[in-house]
């Protein structure tokens, strides 16, 4: 489309959150649920979209909103709906979420600029606790918001300090007893589409900017308690231990194992702690926190049972236990079809490809989870069609400060999304 900028660029919208949140201690950003810096970028989001003149809320289950709303009888259409999500995992990266949160607000300014008259309200979404990096669940809000997740089920989450959710809602004025399922919120979305930096190589290795989602691997959390025996680094000899830390170590590398042996499998152990942690002291127990990923769910519980097992003969090997829980589970996604084919035919006309360096518009499957995945797997009518736009990340590298997109394809992503959020809005 061709438009003059009427406000600031994606870049430029990035640059005014880059000093929020940053982790000195683990590099990038830790911008978890409900602390300082989540809530400095929430009110910095509301700030925007009030600037812009939207109608801003906050729903039940702590997910943000603005509106675009079209005066006569265009308001009461299914809205068009976009946004991503603003916290981050521990010491992640600037991209990963913000980035599709940033491009919306600037696509609000490049349809005005191109006097763009909305036949159905737009939304941007902000959705809460989508990495899971303070309560252990992702996509907390989007679970939430279609019934996914019980309100139940996320009160009794906690954070690695013990505060509940409920509490912590609490502290920053958030009321948890109205967390639950919204389904009249639901259908009055007609669409949802997440611009998101890729979160791998896809882009890179085929030299185009941005691409379409196809699907999303089934994928879980598994949370393993192994309890020992504490005892005295020095006074125990080696053959009287019940370290819990061996079947721990074991499962880590069974992980490694099982995942590496089946195709499009993934087994990371990325969380670990001992009790209580003194350098010349046995543990006492293990926690150990296992993300899991594969193409669908039988194939991926399939692993899971088998990392299980391995766990099982070690801990009993050394005269330990071990308690295995599920802490969330989805199965695999696969975006909707109709849309994804509208996108891309919005998408690689010549206008639109003109002067954006791509020369098509790739289709890629990812491994890594997205409130778009939730919308679109939700049960019933609480399903909405969903797609996902990735914007090009030179490095390769996602939940990691290396995270990275260039200047020229974050306003490319922006672009693309105003293309395809004009045709869904005409
Ligand atoms: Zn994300």
Do not use: K
Not at 94 to 112: H, M, N, Q
Not at 267 to 281: D, S
Not at 328 to 337: I, N, Y
């Amino acid at each position: 489309m061709t438009t003059t900028t009427a406000g600031p660029t994606v870049p430029a919208l990035l640059r005014a959150i880059a000093d929020t949140g940053r982790d000195r201690t683990r590099g990038g950003y830790s911008r978890h649920l409900f602390s300082d810096a989540e809530m400095d970028l929430r009110e910095w989001f509301l700030a925007e979209a009030t600037a812009r003149g939207l109608e801003t809320e906050i729903d039940r289950n702590a997910n943000l909103w603005a509106w675009w709303r079209p005066g006569g009888a265009a308001a009461q259409e299914r809205a068009i709906v976009t946004g991503s999500h603003l916290d981050s995992v521990p010491g992640g990266g600037a991209f990963d979420g913000p980035l599709g949160v940033v491009s919306a607000l600037a696509t609000v300014d490049l349809l005005r600029a191109a006097g763009l008259q909305p036949r159905r309200p737009l939304g941007i979404v902000v959705f809460a606790e989508e990495e899971g990096g303070r309560f252990g669940v992702a996509c907390l809000g989007s679970r939430l918001l279609t019934g996914t997740t019980t309100p139940d089920a996320a009160l009794a989450l906690t954070d690695p300090d013990g505060n509940t959710l409920a509490e912590s809602a609490a502290r920053v004025g958030v009321d948890a007893t109205r967390f639950g399922a919204d389904p009249d919120r639901l259908d009055r979305i007609a669409c949802f589409v997440e611009l998101h930096v890729e979160q791998g190589r896809g882009l890179i290795d085929l030299g185009q900017p941005i691409a379409l989602a196809s699907s999303v691997l089934a994928h879980g959390r598994w949370h393993l308690r192994f309890t020992g025996e504490g005892n005295h680094a020095g006074a125990t000899p080696m053959d009287s231990r019940h370290d819990p830390l061996l079947p721990a170590a074991q499962t880590v590398l069974a992980a490694r194992r099982a995942a590496a042996a089946g195709e499009s499998l993934r087994a990371t152990v990325g969380r670990l702690r001992p009790h209580p942690g003194g350098t010349n002291v046995i543990a006492s127990a293990v926690d150990l926190w296992m993300d899991a990923r594969g193409p669908d769910a039988p194939v991926t519980q399939a692993m899971v049972a088998e990392i299980a097992a391995a766990a099982h003969e070690a801990a009993a090997a050394e005269g330990c236990r071990v308690e295995i829980r599920e802490e969330s589970a989805s199965g695999a996604v696969h975006f909707d079809l109709a849309l994804r084919d509208q996108l891309h035919s919005a998408l690689t006309t010549p206008a639109a490809l003109a002067g954006t360096g791509a020369t098509g518009l790739p289709v890629l499957a990812t491994g890594a989870g997205h409130d778009a995945a939730i919308l679109g797997a939700a049960p019933g009518t609480r399903r909405i069609p969903t797609a996902m736009l990735f914007v090009r990340n030179p490095t390769g590298v996602s939940h990691s400060p290396a995270e990275f997109a260039e200047d020229d394809d974050c306003e490319r992503g922006g672009t693309a999304l105003a293309t395809v959020l004009t045709q869904l809005l005409s």
